[in-house]
Structures are given as structure tokens and as C-alpha cells.
């Protein structure tokens, strides 16, 4: 059965430095998007893309985030200089038309120090 | 407005019990109400979803039951399981310009024997 793969599974980086968090969606899949769950609370939507341009993003996808398909196969979550707060799971997530079903990956624990 | 309120926030249940998990949302352009089930170190996984214009859907021992007016729905696990054990999310989505999913608090299952 085809799933959405994330990596790394864990990610531990120092305050102020840059991560790429990397998702591959469902191969036939055209839509994708990012969530968060800081750890024991709900999950938060940050951004969908589609066309490779950004459809929606949330108040919390400020500046120090950005988004990018690089090639045909995967999809990025960059945070430019993170911050102790950023530390959480993201989730990426695709879905094959829109307002369809979105499928989620397992997750990158990302631990800011 | 865009919030989903999810209750309770953790649940024991017995095993052969029904559990029932709750939710209420504000926002009447949600029109697509998915539960999700998250297993420890897991991604989101989609249980079960309903849209508006029915009141009740059944999927094996998963039910949700929908109330448009008073604007709340609520997920039925019959026959509970120790497998059942895991956090469950509602959620809601608006078909008006966005796909973006907006979830509950989540809801922590416990199936004891």
C-alpha cells in the first residue's frame, strides 16, 4: 500500500540553525501539506501546496519557514534559523485531488537545543 | 471560530465497551469531519469521516454520529479492544477555498481488560 515517508525520523539541532525536513508523497498524489503537534497537544496546520506554489498557510508559518518540491518525488519543510519553540513532530501529509482524503507520514521529531 | 472542541480528553474504557468521544465546532462552512487515530510514535491515520448531509455513519465497529443544528459530532467505538487503545483526533474542514484540517484537542483511549 502506498504511504507518505518522512525524513529523518529524529532530528536534534542547536538553536538559530537551519533544518530541512523531507517528505516523499504518494507518487500519484498532487496536493501536500505540512502539520505540527508540539508534544501532547493537538495537531496545527501550517501550509498546503499545490502547482508548486503555497495554497494556505497558518499564522504560525512566518518567514523562518518555507516550502519547496525540488524534484518530482519530494517535498521540504525548511526552517531558516529555529527557535526552541519550534521543537515538535511535523507531519507531512498528500492528498490525490483536492478536499480528498490526506494521507500523513509517520513524522519527524524535531528537537531544537 | 475555526476551532473544533474535543472532549474528553482521556477515556477508560472496559473491554467489550462502548467508548464515545465528543465533539463541537463553531464554524458552519465546515462541511468534511474526519477522525483520525494516532498510535504512539505514528502519524494520523483516517478512521472515519462525514459530511453534513447524513446524520450517521457505520464502519464496522466505528460510528460517527453527526447533529448538524446543534453542530457537533461524536465518534462510537463498539465492542472495544485493547487495540483500540490510542489518541483520537476529530477534525473539521470548509470547502471554501482552502483544504486546511483543523483539529480537536485530541482524546487519549485506554481499553482495559
Redesign the interface.
Known amino acids: 500500500e502506498p504511504e ?1 515517508t518522512q525524513t529523518p525520523s529524529h532530528q536534534v539541532t542547536q538553536m538559530g540553525q537551519e533544518v530541512i525536513l523531507r517528505c516523499v508523497p504518494i507518487s500519484n498524489h498532487l ?1 501536500f ?1 505540512w ?1 505540527r503537534q508540539i508534544l501532547g ?5 501550517l501550509v ?1 501546496f499545490y502547482n508548486n506554489e503555497i ?2 498557510k ?1 499564522e504560525i508559518f512566518d518567514d523562518q519557514f518555507s516550502v519547496e518540491r525540488p524534484d518530482g518525488s519530494n517535498f521540504t519543510l525548511k526552517i531558516r534559523s529555529t527557535k526552541l519553540e519550534d521543537s515538535a513532530m511535523y ?1 507531512c ?1 498528500s ?1 490525490a485531488v ?2 480528498n ?7 519527524t521529531r524535531l528537537t531544537v537545543l | 471560530q475555526q476551532q473544533v472542541k474535543q472532549s474528553p480528553q482521556s477515556l477508560i474504557v472496559q473491554k467489550g465497551g462502548i467508548s464515545i468521544i465528543n465533539c463541537a465546532y463553531e464554524n458552519t462552512a465546515f462541511d468534511y469531519f474526519p477522525w483520525y487515530q494516532q498510535f504512539p510514535g505514528k502519524g494520523p491515520a483516517l478512521l472515519i469521516a462525514i459530511r453534513p448531509d447524513v446524520s450517521e455513519k457505520k464502519e464496522g465497529r466505528f460510528t460517527i454520529s453527526f447533529n448538524k443544528s446543534a453542530k457537533q459530532f461524536s465518534l462510537h467505538i463498539m465492542d472495544s479492544q485493547p487495540g483500540d487503545s490510542a489518541t483520537y483526533f476529530c477534525a473539521a474542514r470548509s470547502n471554501f477555498g482552502n483544504e486546511k484540517l483543523t483539529f480537536g484537542t485530541g482524546t487519549r483511549l485506554t481499553i482495559i481488560p
Open positions: 507518505v496536493y501539506y502539520y497537544q493537538k495537531v496545527e496546520f498546503s495554497s494556505e497558518s507531519f501529509a492528498s483536492s478536499y482524503e490526506q494521507f500523513f507520514g509517520p513524522g
